[in-house]
């Protein structure tokens, strides 16, 4: 589309199919002005069986994310031992996190986001899947965070071997809508 609103991606609430909406499996691929999000069902409670739960999965290094909205889903945006992704002019909202990041991500870039109103998270760095996090290099910068309910941005677990030499996570906002655009 011309804008992120001029093209909606609604994922399926078939109850048979499980997983994302869109996974990037291309290295150096870019998607860009896109909207992801549910379709509903024809109730609440078929919206709140279904099955695909995130909007889009990283499953490929240098991956660049831009202008998009993703909103209504359980991860907005799930990157898993994945490097050198970018993230950058988008709307992550209600959804239940925001963007969630495990295993080594290192040189990946989140900036210049709206992130808000996510059930728990705007960002969860994931413990959680095993093996620590390695965020070496990693930018999460001139973001902004509001409405998140548990936390805008989570170490989440106990291991004790994650690294994020260089990380830089200076110059975000929060309580507020408005990303500080460089």
Known sequence: ??????????????????????????????????????????????????????????????????????????????????????ITNSLVEKNRTGISLGSDISNSTINNNIIRDNFTHGIIFNYAFGSGVTATNMKVKYNAFSGNWYTDIYAHGTQPTSIYTGADMCCNTFNTNAAETK
Do not use: P
């Open 1 to 86: 589309g011309e804008t992120r609103d001029g093209a909606i991606i609604r994922g399926t609430y078939d109850y048979g199919i499980q997983g994302t909406v869109i996974t990037i499996s291309a290295a150096d691929a870019k998607i860009e002005k896109l909207t992801f999000t549910r379709d509903y069902g024809k109730s609440d409670a078929v919206w709140k069986a279904g099955k695909r739960d995130t909007g889009i999965s990283i499953n490929a290094g240098n991956v660049t994310i831009d202008q998009i909205t993703v909103r209504d889903k359980r991860s907005a945006i799930y990157a898993h031992t994945q490097q050198g992704f970018k």
